[in-house]
């Protein structure tokens, strides 16, 4: 048998880059941390506060890349992502020149939107420029998740009123903005905050799932790595705490969120991880594996059976909620069918949908504003075509692709 190559750790590896680097990274941290920390009640819509958002920090983000990559301090995107993406941008272009007077609006807010969230793509990877980076990197999303995860769980567990109490035994006499925040989050229960958003909240942590994961890997080879060295291990032992204390929160948040989406893919999103961790990578062994699974079954057991209740009474509605889906999907592919090559033109449905919508719409319980398809490849065929289509498609296909070849090639 050949002898296992240890992994040598390069010290440019473990030092922090350049300030440059350093700020861009902020820069990023900050675009995101707003979008998902800026969900506040007074919204009580996302999007209200997401897409300007997604407009400022993505352009902020694209412009600081811009300034690296002059600089020579990043490197050039691989090209199965950005070539995708450009020619997903292309299309777009074709589509609101081809498209009626009347959407070409929509469609350059939209095209300018596109363009901005790219920036966020291109700066989160290019400050990762070593080993340091990754880390900083993981452990910004984990804190992410611990923060909104914690938020989440003492909002749900009707905990914010004694804090509410211990503040503000009476209410204040002037305009106090903190106060109507926490008294906003106390008292709508059903909403479990702008931040838990059902759909939203949901489908974010059973991505971030896999990271904190991830994460809490690292930072325990950095321990054992401390315990050989004599070094100090209080740090790596507190970030594994708040790591394992995500990935329970994460679990039982997708849970307390009913999302019926996310709650299908969770025991999917574990399987695959188990494949791609025993068959993708060199992994063939995992310490306490055993005692892991033992944990993971009594806590979804204990989970299933305080919201089992609630579990049925969500799905059991689920044809009430396809019905009026079907009315929306039937627009969109009314939509693609017309105009198959470019669609409709970017960002357009919400305008050219009443005029293909069925004329039973309103007979069942639905908005009167239909935004979106509500299903993401029918939104992308409506309004961009094949062309728009299959152009996003190949660039998250180059992303997937990357982590591939990634997990291939690591030790």
Same mark, same amino acid.
């Given at each position: ?43 009580f819509n996302l999007d209200d ?63 300018? &939107?596109?363009?901005?969230c790219f920036g966020l793509v ?68 059903? =909403? ?14 059973? =991505? ?64 695959? &991880? ?24 009594? =806590? ?112």
């Amino acid at each position: 048998m050949k002898p296992k190559r240890k992994h040598r750790i390069n010290e440019a590896d473990e030092k922090l880059p350049s300030i440059s680097i350093l700020v861009g990274f902020l820069i990023f941290c900050l675009s995101v941390a707003f979008v998902i920390f800026g969900l506040t009640a007074y919204t009580f819509n996302l999007d209200d506060i997401k897409i300007p958002g997604l407009y400022i920090g993505g352009g902020l983000s694209l412009l600081a890349w811009a300034v690296l990559w002059v600089r020579g301090e990043v490197s050039n995107p691989p090209r199965v992502i950005w070539i995708p993406y450009v020619s997903y941008l292309v299309a777009c272009l074709l589509s609101i020149l081809a498209g009626a007077p009347y959407v070409k609006w929509v469609g350059w807010e939209f095209l300018g &939107f596109y363009i901005s969230c790219f920036g966020l793509v291109l700066l989160g990877s290019g400050v990762v420029v070593n080993r340091r980076m990754l880390e900083l990197s993981l452990k910004f999303w984990v804190l992410i998740t611990f923060s909104t995860t914690t938020f989440g769980l003492i909002h749900y567990a009707g905990l914010l009123e004694p804090i509410y109490n211990l503040f503000y035994p009476e209410p204040p006499r002037q305009t106090d903005r903190l106060h109507d925040l926490i008294f906003t989050f106390m008292r709508n229960r059903s =909403m479990l905050s702008t931040i838990l958003n059902v759909q939203f909240f949901g489908v974010f942590l059973l =991505m971030v799932l896999p990271v904190s994961a991830a994460t809490l890997v690292i930072v325990f080879q950095n321990m054992r790595r401390r315990m050989t060295t004599g070094d100090s291990i209080t740090r790596p032992v507190v970030w594994m705490i708040i790591c394992g204390l995500s990935i329970v929160f994460s679990i039982a948040c997708i849970f307390t969120t009913y999302s019926k989406s996310a709650l299908t893919f969770l025991p999917l999103s574990i399987l695959g &991880f188990l494949i791609g961790l025993f068959l993708i990578t060199r992994v063939r062994q995992v310490p306490h594996l055993g005692v892991m699974a033992i944990l993971g079954v009594i =806590m979804a057991g204990t989970i299933l059976f305080f919201t089992m209740g609630d579990l049925r009474r969500n799905f059991a509605n689920l044809d009430d909620s396809m019905g009026p889906r079907n009315f929306i999907y039937s627009g969109a592919v009314a939509i693609f069918k017309d105009q198959p090559i470019l669609g409709a033109g970017p960002g357009s449905f919400r305008i050219v949908f009443p005029e293909y919508r069925n004329p039973d719409y309103h007979m069942v319980r639905i908005s009167n504003v239909t935004l979106y398809a509500h299903n993401w490849v029918l939104d992308l065929l409506a309004e961009t075509g094949l062309a728009g289509t299959l152009t996003y498609i190949a660039f998250l296909g180059g992303i997937f692709w990357l982590g591939f070849r990634t997990m291939r090639e690591s030790e």
